[in-house]
């Protein structure tokens, strides 16, 4: 086997590669493709001895908000697939090594996914760092506790007439959301990906403050989903608020649809202060909680450096890469919230997994829940606790971003 780095030229066959290890029919492009953004210098063909592709790996320049409001690049893994006839023979594994050693090579230090299955990426290095809820709220029971403050207005839009407002709302919102990804221009440039980054038809209410400022915008589908009964679906694709206000008028405005029964969040983050605008708490039932976005550091000094820090402290972390061969001891000071991170000879606080980093890095998992569930050993009686301050967030990290 051999692994090579692919070009323009090499589309068609990544594609159709990919396509048969997802198990789906390779087609021509259609209205708006999701492979369109691809960044073809960025991706990996696996080869067998005859020069006949098997696997596929690729990657996106994105960049990425960490928690205190810093942005930091970041490779957002894509369009990982082996064919059936050759798993479980390690072309994965090789794949990643090639990628997360490319990676590093051009100086980048962060990487992100969306897997598909929660079992594979962790070996790689990779944990889950970001979380997702789909919520349902029955409209009779939907009353909110605080009314939404007056002096805001909704406009109704289509997807079609509203592209530039709805990328500039986003770029603003991604820039103070940890955990949140850009859309490059080109993205919306090719209607790449999911609603409303595609060109799909789809409902647009934005939301404007009481001064005229545009302060966010729920994409919606109404759909009938019991016919017998003439029940109406309102479903949120994605609701992305700069204040709590918008999110809460926006909230309200799909809350007081007519002829509709139920009101679904696809994505929230657990923690959304949603469930607690909701004067019956009982009212909005998860239906669905996923992991979301994985995170892996390449390069532990800096990855701790680039992101803020909600109290100053000190932590000595002692970081194993085993699918890296790679083993370091760390001593984190943070000082008016700004992190250093270097190698130290001192005795270790806490000891952990690369993976497991990675789930702390973005604030929403607490060191301390970790080393209850027996992942972080904690050699110092209260390091966990001391992590679990240092390394918060001033708000739970979310990632709507779809790639
Ligand atoms: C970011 C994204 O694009 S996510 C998309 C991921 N792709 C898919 O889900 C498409 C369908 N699945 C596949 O194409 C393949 O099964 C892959 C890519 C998930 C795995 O490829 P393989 O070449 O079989 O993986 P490889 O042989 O390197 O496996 C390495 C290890 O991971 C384990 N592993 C790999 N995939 C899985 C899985 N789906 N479930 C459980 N274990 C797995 C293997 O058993 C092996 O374990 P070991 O080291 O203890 O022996």
Same mark, same amino acid.
């Given at each position: 086997?051999?692994?090579?780095?692919?070009?323009?030229?090499?589309?068609?066959t990544?594609l159709?590669?990919?396509?048969?290890?997802?198990?789906s029919?390779?087609?021509?492009?259609?209205?708006?493709?999701?492979?369109?953004?691809y960044?073809?210098d960025?991706?990996?063909?696996?080869?067998?001895?005859?020069?006949?592709?098997?696997?596929?790996?690729?990657?996106?320049?994105?960049?990425l908000?960490?928690?205190?409001?810093?942005?930091?690049?970041?490779?957002?893994?894509?369009?990982?697939?082996?064919?059936p006839?050759?798993?479980?023979?390690?072309?994965?594994?090789?794949?990643?090594?090639?990628?997360?050693?490319?990676?590093?090579?051009?100086?980048?230090?962060?990487?992100?996914?969306?897997?598909?299955?929660a079992v594979i990426?962790?070996?790689?290095?990779?944990?889950?760092?970001?979380?997702?809820?789909?919520?349902a709220?029955?409209?009779?029971?939907?009353?909110?506790?605080v009314? &939404?403050?007056?002096?805001?207005?909704i406009?109704?839009?289509?997807?079609?007439d509203?592209e530039?407002?709805?990328?500039?709302?986003?770029?603003?919102?991604?820039?103070?959301?940890?955990?949140?990804?850009?859309?490059?221009?080109?993205?919306?440039?090719?209607g790449?990906?999911?609603?409303?980054?595609?060109?799909?038809?789809?409902h647009?209410?934005?939301?404007r403050?009481?001064a005229?400022r545009?302060?966010?915008?729920?994409?919606?589908?109404i759909?009938?989903?019991?016919?017998?009964?003439?029940?109406r679906?309102?479903?949120?694709?994605?609701?992305?608020?700069?204040?709590?206000?918008?999110?809460?008028?926006?909230?309200r405005?799909?809350?007081?649809?007519?002829?509709v029964?139920?009101?679904?969040?696809?994505?929230?983050?657990?923690r959304?202060?949603?469930?607690?605008?909701?004067?019956?708490?009982?009212?909005?039932?998860?239906?669905?909680?996923?992991?979301?976005?994985?995170?892996?550091?390449?390069?532990?000094?800096?990855?701790?450096?680039?992101?803020?820090?909600?109290?100053?402290?000190?932590? &000595?972390?002692?970081?194993?890469?085993?699918?890296?061969?790679?083993?370091?001891r760390?001593?984190?000071?943070?000082?008016?919230?700004?992190?250093?991170?270097?190698?130290?000879?001192?005795?270790?606080?806490l000891?952990?997994?690369?993976?497991?980093?990675?789930?702390?890095?973005?604030?929403?998992?607490?060191?301390?829940?970790?080393?209850?569930?027996?992942?972080?050993?904690?050699?110092?009686?209260?390091?966990?606790?001391?992590?679990?301050?240092?390394?918060?967030?001033?708000?739970?990290?979310h990632?709507?971003?779809?790639?």
């Open positions: 086997m051999q692994i090579r780095s692919t070009t323009e030229a090499d589309l068609d990544f159709s590669t990919l396509c048969d290890a997802f198990g029919v390779w087609q021509s492009p259609g209205e708006s493709p999701w492979w369109a953004a960044e073809m960025r991706h990996l063909l696996a080869e067998d001895a005859a020069g006949r592709p098997i696997g596929t790996a690729g990657a996106y320049s994105f960049e908000t960490l928690p205190g409001g810093a942005t930091a690049p970041a490779a957002g893994i894509t369009g990982v697939g082996v064919l006839s050759h798993r479980r023979q390690g072309v994965l594994s090789a794949l990643m090594r090639h990628q997360l050693e490319q990676l590093r090579g051009a100086g980048e230090f962060l990487a992100v996914l969306l897997a598909t299955e990426y962790r070996r790689f290095g990779y944990g889950p760092a970001s979380y997702r809820q789909r919520v709220v029955d409209l009779g029971r939907g009353a909110f506790a009314p &939404v403050e007056a002096g805001g207005s406009e109704l839009r289509h997807r079609a509203c530039e407002e709805l990328a500039e709302v986003y770029d603003r919102v991604r820039l103070v959301q940890p955990g949140a990804l850009s859309r490059p221009a080109h993205w919306w440039a090719k790449a990906g999911r609603p409303p980054v595609s060109r799909a038809p789809r647009i209410a934005f939301h403050d009481a005229g545009l302060q966010g915008y729920a994409c919606y589908t759909a009938v989903t019991d016919q017998q009964r003439s029940l679906t309102l479903t949120v694709e994605e609701l992305v608020a700069a204040t709590d206000e918008a999110q809460a008028a926006l909230a405005y799909c809350l007081d649809h007519d002829l029964s139920t009101v679904v969040f696809a994505d929230l983050p657990p959304s202060p949603l469930r607690w605008r909701l004067a019956d708490y009982r009212a909005a039932r998860t239906e669905a909680e996923q992991d979301y976005l994985w995170v892996r550091l390449l390069d532990v000094p800096r990855a701790l450096a680039a992101r803020g820090y909600p109290a100053d402290g000190r932590l &000595v972390v002692e970081v194993d890469d085993p699918f890296l061969g790679e083993r370091g760390y001593l984190l000071v943070v000082a008016d919230g700004v992190g250093v991170c270097e190698p130290t000879g001192e005795p270790t606080e000891a952990l997994d690369v993976a497991d980093l990675g789930s702390l890095y973005l604030g929403g998992t607490r060191a301390s829940d970790l080393v209850r569930a027996g992942r972080i050993r904690e050699l110092v009686p209260g390091a966990a606790l001391r992590a679990d301050a240092l390394l918060g967030a001033e708000r739970e990290p990632c709507v971003h779809f790639f």
